[in-house]
Each structure stands twice: as C-alpha cells, then as structure tokens.
C-alpha cells in the first residue's frame, strides 16, 4: 500500500490499494430519508480538512448522498461524496473496500479509485450540528456522458458484455461481511415481494407478477444455492456506464457500486440484459450479443444459461412491484421513482412473445457462433 503523503491543494491524493473488512450489516429504505444538507462551503471546508484539497466546486444531483465535483488547480478531477446517515455504515465500507480490491487486482478496470485522506484512511467520519454522522469519501471523477443518454448504442452490447465479464471476475477474490445484507433488489430476495404487490393497480400486471413469483417460488429459488456466487455489481445499466460522446464506441466508466450484493453471478448478468431488450421484431438480439461477449471472458454454465429467461423476468419484476410500492409510499417522488417502470414493463411484454425454451436456444446459438 502507497505511504501517507502530504497532499498539495493542486494535486489529488494517492489512491488505496487494500482495506481490511468490518461488521454486518442491516437494511433500510434510504428514499425515507433526506440526503445530508450539505452546502458548498462546508463541502470546501472538508474537502481542504479531510484531504488537503482546494478547487472549484459545484454539487451534483443525487438520490440519497450529498456528492460534490471538484476541478483541482491541476486540472484534476474528483468525486467527493458524503453519505446518507441512515446508510448503514458498513454497507459503505463494503462498496469502499471494493473499489480498492479492483483497483488492486484488474487497475485498468474504468472505476472510480477511492484517494487516502490525510489521516491515511479510506474513509473519515464527521458528525453535523444536527447530530447526524456521515461517512465522507474521496473518489477520482470518471468524466463523460451515461450511455442511457448516447442514441442507438446498440453496437456496445458486446462491450457491455464483456466489461461486466471482466468486472465480476476481478470481484471473484473479494469478500465482505457486509455483502450478505438484505437488499430487495436482488433478484434471489424476490420471494420478498410479494406483500407488495398490494400496490400494482393494475388488476392484469398484478396478476402476471404473480404467476412469476409463484414460478421463483416453484421453479428457480431451489436451484439458486446451487449456482456460482460471489459479490456483484448488481445494477450494471445504462444510466451507470459512461461514453466518451464524442465518439461513444466503447465503455469508458462504471458508477454507483450502491447495489453491490453477494448473490449468483447469473441474477447480476440478468440485471444487465433486462436494459438490452430491444424494440422491434428481434427484441432479443442485444441481449444474445451481450451474452455471447461475457461468455468469452466468463463462461456460463448451463444451468446458468437455463436460468436467464426467468431471472431477467424477475427483474423487470422486481422493478415493476418496487416502483409501485415506494411510489405509493412516497407520492412526491413517484416521477423519479416510476422512471424505469414503462422500459420494464414493455421488456416483460417482450419476453412474453417466447417461451423459455426459445430463449435459451437463442442464448446457445449467440454462444457458439461468437
């Protein structure tokens, strides 16, 4: 691991190669909570306290965290994020300790690198007037344009495949006590959704999600202890992948490690294929291309591949019963939380035109002529 270093105000600190492991986790809904209110001064103030850099800052839209640019003297660039204090806070570490295991183990991996602050930590801890605390990091800035906003990116499918192939393979040796914490976004917890489907009004969407909650049930929850597993990415879509936009022909970023999870390598391969469902008459050539790509690197297994058209099924699920439910919970916010709901649902209607037998066959036949 790099030295502690002094730290000019023109030059970013190093980054950190290896971090040791904390303390389980439980879990909370974030959206109940505001994000830290954090103005641009005190953002200054910790910026120049906690790591010993000065700049030009401005605030960036966030969910839950309050994160902030930073354009050094230099030019450099950084990501300084305060954390949501209702965020448990080894939940954090875990999502911290896997960007220094990538940048370990795979360097030109295009994460973000987390930077030591000037007490050599990881991390740093600071408690508000309100009396709320918040872990405050310090990340190097990956600049360029989320690919959900690049037309037609139908030809980075196979790149979009094979960067998820390589990230999940350099997260291999990576564990965290942290990781087996209950998120119900991951698709082996959607037996979890059930009380929620209370809120789909729709009496026919409310009954196709529940003939998919009764096959996981019957169908797919017992093979999944049996399948490959590990700490995933868990949200790899277009809105976290980023392009250069001037010429978007390869991935160039990887953002928002918030819903890494241990779980089957293949629920984290079917979040990544739910986005590539494609409009027209082939919606399942994206997704074929993706998959052919990621086998190169990583190969599947079969029981993997016969798993797929259901657990992609699942997502779009999964997106469909959450939205619902926190908008219903949430009424101010359903706008933003209902973004993804008509993409998922127009996904589902897609798969539904094949059976799952079809499915896997073209998954085989993209396999074998890539």
């Known amino acids: 691991m790099p030295q502690p270093c002094p730290m000019p105000s023109g030059r970013l600190p190093s980054v950190i190669s290896s971090a040791g492991p904390t303390d389980s986790v439980s879990t909370i809904d974030l ?9 641009i001064e005190r953002a200054a103030e910790l910026a120049w306290e906690i790591y010993g850099l000065r700049g030009k800052i401005r605030p960036l839209t966030a969910e839950k965290d309050a994160n902030f640019h930073i354009v050094l003297p230099l030019g450099e660039e950084a990501l300084l994020k305060i954390t949501n204090a209702a965020e448990d806070r080894d939940v954090t570490h875990m999502q911290t300790a896997a960007l220094i295991h990538l940048n370990s183990v795979d360097p030109s991996l295009p994460v973000p690198h987390v930077c030591r602050a000037l007490s050599g930590e ?15 990091r310090l990340l190097t800035y990956l600049s360029g344009t989320v690919l959900s906003e690049v037309d037609g990116y139908s030809s ?19 564990f965290h006590p942290a990781a087996g914490h209950l998120l119900q976004w991951d698709i082996k917890q959607a037996h979890n ?6 809120a789909v009004d729709d009496t026919d969407l409310r009954r196709q999600l529940t003939h998919l909650l009764d096959r996981f049930d019957a169908e797919i929850a017992p093979h999944l202890p049996l399948l490959r597993a590990q700490c995933v990415h868990n949200d790899f879509n277009p809105h976290n992948l980023l392009v250069d936009s001037s010429a978007p022909r ?5 953002i928002d490690f918030g819903d890494m999870v241990h779980t089957p390598i293949v629920c984290d391969l079917a979040v990544a294929c739910s986005y590539q469902i494609s409009d027209g008459p082939h919606p399942l050539d994206n997704i074929a291309k993706l998959i052919a790509s990621y086998h190169s690197v990583l190969p599947l297994e079969e029981a993997e591949i016969e798993l ?3 657990l992609i099924r699942l997502r779009h699920a999964t997106t469909l019963t959450i939205g619902a439910w926190r908008a219903r919970r949430y009424p101010h916010n359903a706008a933003y939380i209902l973004r993804n709901c008509t993409a998922s649902r127009r996904g589902l209607n897609a798969l539904d035109q094949f059976s799952i037998s079809d499915v896997i066959s073209v998954l085989h036949n993209a396999i074998r002529a890539s």
């Open 31 to 39: 959206l109940s909570h505001d994000a830290p209110a954090i103005t």
């Open 156 to 174: 980075l499918q196979r790149d979009i495949g094979s960067l998820l192939a390589r990230l999940t393979r350099a997260l291999r040796g990576f």
């Open 193 to 198: 959704l059930r009380p929620m489907l209370t």
């Open 308 to 310: 797929l058209p259901d």
């Open 250 to 254: 390869h991935i160039t970023g990887i």
């Open 122 to 136: 990881a991390s740093h801890i600071i408690t508000e007037p309100t009396g709320q605390s918040h872990v405050v």
